[in-house]
């Protein structure tokens, strides 16, 4: 499986952007796929994932009411899409994904993920 995020770019502090993660090859119509962020100086960190069947999503608190994560199963594409984005949101993002169904608890857990895109670059500043 290949994943190819995009969408990443400069906004403005309170701006929108809209991140996809494509995948290709040997693709899965369930399990699950997340976006993670690299910031400078700092660890990889869980943002949002997405369960495929069935749709569930989840989120890391600092993201919450700001992101939304969605699914097109058709496409095998996963979007983010992130609204009033604050300097502290600049990163890397990752997209991830695996065949498996994580359990909750395990959702922001790097490690379950077997697949991981290149990143893109979010900068948020005025």
């Known amino acids: 499986v290949q994943l190819q995020a995009s969408g990443g770019g400069e906004v403005q502090p309170g701006g929108s952007l809209r991140l996809s993660c494509a995948a290709s090859g040997r693709t899965f119509s369930s399990g699950t796929m997340g976006w993670f962020r690299q910031a400078p100086g700092k660890e990889r960190e869980f943002v949002a994932a997405?369960?495929?069947?069935?749709?569930?999503?989840h989120y890391t608190d600092s993201v919450k009411g700001r992101f939304t994560i969605s699914s097109d199963n058709a496409k095998n594409t996963v979007y983010l899409r992130m609204n009033s984005l604050k300097p502290e949101d600049t990163a890397v993002y990752y997209c991830?994904?695996?065949?498996?169904?994580?359990?909750?608890?395990?959702?922001?857990?790097?490690?379950?993920?077997?697949?991981w895109g290149q990143g893109t670059q979010v900068t948020v500043s005025s």
């Open positions: 997405i369960r495929r069947s069935g749709g569930s999503t």
């Open positions: 991830a994904a695996t065949p498996k169904r994580i359990i909750v608890s395990a959702i922001s857990t790097q490690t379950f993920y077997d697949h």
